[in-house]
């Protein structure tokens, strides 16, 4: 009788494996409202649906398989079909993890800033805290140079001297 338990108890672990992931071709500008759509619908064989920024017209689902999609896509606007195929998790998962607002800005680097008490002034690029996420500016129209430090989503760089 152990060896019947056991199996049942692998069962499920086994099943956790066998989803997949499924793109979806959508209508432009459309992703988020296709993957809010598909998972309010409660399929219980839809388990995630993602609409990353970076990816345009496109959704990624993990599903138990692609047959659910042939019931439901119909009824979805904006949803286009499925592509053939399956992604595997190696292919989506840059997907899943933010990059860092200071991410493509060096020191030396032009910016101006579009957040906060200097809104609208250039500055130039001193320090990069790629650990917190920030960045230290010298502000150029300054009369004494003063380092003032930013989150990397409060710039935008203007110019570049790595281009």
């Known amino acids: 009788m152990d060896d019947e ?7 499920p ?4 494996y066998d989803t997949g992931i499924y793109a979806i071709k959508t209508t432009a500008s459309q992703e988020r409202t ?12 839809i388990h995630a649906a993602l609409a990353p920024d970076s990816l345009t017209s496109y959704v990624m689902v993990e599903a138990d398989d692609h047959n659910v999609f042939d019931r439901i896509l119909d009824e979805i606007p904006h949803a286009n079909g499925v592509v053939p195929g399956e992604s595997s998790i190696s292919e989506v998962e840059h997907f899943l993890s ?3 607002d200071v991410e493509g800005i ?6 101006e ?3 906060g008490p200097f809104k609208g002034e250039k500055a130039q690029v001193q320090r990069i805290d790629e650990g917190k996420d920030q960045v230290t500016v010298e502000l150029y129209e300054a009369t004494v140079p003063i ?3 930013v989150r ?3 710039i935008r760089v203007l110019d570049s001297e790595e281009r």
């Open 106 to 111: 060096a020191e030396g680097d032009i910016v």
């Open 98 to 100: 933010p990059k860092p």
């Open 34 to 45: 296709v993957a809010d759509m598909i998972m309010n619908r409660e399929e219980p064989s």
């Open 147 to 149: 380092p003032v430090t």
């Open 5 to 11: 338990s056991d199996v049942d108890d692998e069962e």
């Open 13 to 16: 672990e086994q099943k956790e």
């Open 152 to 154: 990397g989503d409060q």
């Open 113 to 115: 800033l579009i957040a």
